[in-house]
């Protein structure tokens, strides 16, 4: 399965990085890997914190960003308040819902060889390029269908 397999992963990474592999780090490690939306570090917290009531918000946020610091995780998009955090290493894209938030990855060596104009290149380095695809996922797509017509169609989605 793709999560363990991250995780075998990580352990590889956390013992070359040199980083002790504590259960709560591989409890914070393996929310990241398992969810599908690429969880904030709110959403990691709530995760962990099913399984492990007495870690705080605090050490979830710290930890997350020692990984991210090791290489061991990476961030989705620019460093903004919400930062999500992403387990999936290889050079991939995502999916993104309008509605939802849900961010799924996928890979295609076509985006990911990408010509970068030279135009570009004037900005800085170039690192690495991440295409982004936006839509409205099929469970999104569900629901809005089932929902009935309402006078005001644009009102904030609790
Ligand atoms: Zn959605
Ligand atoms: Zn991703």
Sequence with gaps: MEVERRIEQFK??????????THQRLEIFREVA????????E??????????????????????????????ITTL???????RFDANLEHHHHYICMRCGLARDFESADLS???????VKEFGS???????VRGLCDSCAKEK??????DNPERPQG
């Design 12 to 21: 590889t990474g956390s013992k070359k990085a040199g980083v002790k592999l």
């Design 43 to 72: 959403a990691v917290f709530r995760g962990v914190q099913k399984r492990m009531p007495t870690v705080s918000l605090d050490t979830v946020y710290r930890t997350l960003w020692l990984l991210n610091g090791l290489g061991l």
């Design 126 to 132: 170039v690192v690495t390029t991440h295409v982004e």
């Design 34 to 41: 398992a969810s599908l939306k690429h969880p904030d570090a």
């Design 77 to 83: 998009g620019p460093r903004r308040e919400r930062v």
């Design 113 to 119: 060889a990408l010509l970068i104009p030279e135009a």
């Design 145 to 150: 269908a089932g929902e009935s017509v309402s």
